[in-house]
């Protein structure tokens, strides 16, 4: 699908690092396709000497060489690097972007109405190629364009599909979730040393139980709560162990960070 595609990439971060390594991994592309810039020097030479890809700084170079361009600025200058750059209205572009709260109607009317655009948020397990992805399309996307975008971010990971009015939301669950799961992880490093365990011991039973219990919800396609009831015995210790987490409001104070999450984003795209 991508054998002769050129993907340009403004923007050289560790998103567009996860991105090129999981394509060029999974076989989707080959370096000599992919163009990445940056105003780091630091970061061009990452891409250059573990991709072997093009690099550069000239961003209207790359959109000229492209035939996807993925825009992996940070928001609050997206709109300095859309008005720097000049896309003919003759050319065939597929833009993807991973700016949180950056609405896809911002980038058409910063560029040209006949591009097709598609709002993507990744999220930093993609990494690690065990990304949450979800992407929203704009007016007249093709069914060509949005399979390109799916292949490649399943590449780094899991796709879903949503409305982009649902961006924000995305963001602010599994965009900002990583942090949320590493606090969870740390919290029980700590309670672990807390009852006496080494710290390697407790931090190394944490990863594995958030590890394992993930990959239970999945593959086993239960809710949450059945797996959670199956560990839970009358008079247990586990039962003992949750009745102090809904005393702690746990599901409230994660609810309560998604949502105020979820507001940035919002704030970020206005």
Known sequence: ????????????????????SGMIQSGLTQPSNIFATDVATSR??????????????DNQQAVEWADILVLCVKPQIMNEVLDGMNVPSSKKLLVISIAAGYPISRVIAHLTKNLSVIRAMPNTPALVREGAIALA?????????????????????????????????????????PAYIALIIESLSDAGVKMGLSRQVALSLSIQTVLGTAKMVLESGDHPAVLKDRVTSPGGTTIAGLHQLEKGKLRATLMNAVEAATKRSQELGQ
């Open 1 to 20: 699908m991508l054998a002769k595609t050129h993907i340009a990439f403004l923007g050289a971060g560790n998103m567009a690092e996860a991105l090129v």
């Open 44 to 57: 061009l030479d990452v891409f250059s000497q573990r991709f072997d890809v093009h690099v550069g700084k």
């Open 137 to 177: 399309c704009g007016p007249g996307v093709s069914e060509h364009d949005f399979q390109v975008a799916r292949r490649i971010f399943e590449a780094v990971g899991r796709v879903v599909v949503t409305e982009e009015y649902l961006m924000d939301a995305v963001t602010g669950l599994s965009g900002s979730g």
